[in-house]
């Protein structure tokens, strides 16, 4: 059974929430570099637009989260740099949800009933696990009914893909391993290589 419809929706959030973030932060004139930062965010929200309204198969929506990821990117960049800061490090989206934005920390992390893994994480999300609270992870709609991402079935591993390779800083393998769509994942990894 094919879910692209429900993978698709979930990058169609994504982009939306870029575009919100785009819409609530003022075009910067100085200093030029955020200003060509805010410009570079609205091109990769421009070129996730487009994609993600051309996409006809799971495997068109893994720009798409490319994309976001670094209108993301850019978008911390312009806030650092208006406030004097130099360009922020280039991390993967917060592993609970990439509508947090890029992460500001690796931490490790361990799943109910699961094992540590090195996971890229947002400022709030790191806060709740460094009081040994689990971060809720983003909801996907999947056949009608909600489940976390790392629960979802093969037609979101582009989606997911997208937003963290190149894997060189956090592996998609290692962050989802032990998970169904880890499991999705891996088949994908074994069938292109």
């Known amino acids: 059974m094919s879910h692209f419809d429900d993978a698709r929706l979930a990058a169609a959030e994504d982009v939306g929430a870029l575009a919100e973030q785009i819409f609530d932060l003022d075009v910067p004139v100085e200093p ?28 068109d929506l893994e720009r798409v989260s490319a994309m976001v990821a670094e209108g993301r990117y850019r978008m911390e960049a312009v806030r650092a740099l208006r406030l004097g800061h130099g360009l922020p490090k280039h991390l993967p989206p917060c592993f609970f949800d990439f509508r947090h934005g890029p992460a500001v920390e690796l931490i490790a992390w ?21 009081r040994d609270l689990q971060p809720k992870p983003r909801q996907l709609v999947v056949g009608h009914h909600e489940r976390p991402f790392w629960d979802a079935p093969e037609d979101f591993v582009p989606w997911f893909r997208g937003a963290y390779d190149p894997g060189d800083v956090c592996p998609p393998l290692k962050l989802l391993e032990g998970t169904l769509l880890g499991a999705a994942l891996a088949e994908w990894s074994r069938e292109a290589g």
Do not use: K, N, W
């Open 32 to 59: 030029p570099a955020a200003h060509e930062e805010y410009m570079q965010a609205v091109e990769a929200f421009e070129t996730a637009e487009r994609d993600l309204d051309a996409a006809r198969r799971s495997e």
């Open 110 to 130: 361990a799943p109910v009933g699961g094992y540590a893994r090195t996971i890229p994480v947002c400022s709030h999300d790191a806060d709740l696990v460094e």
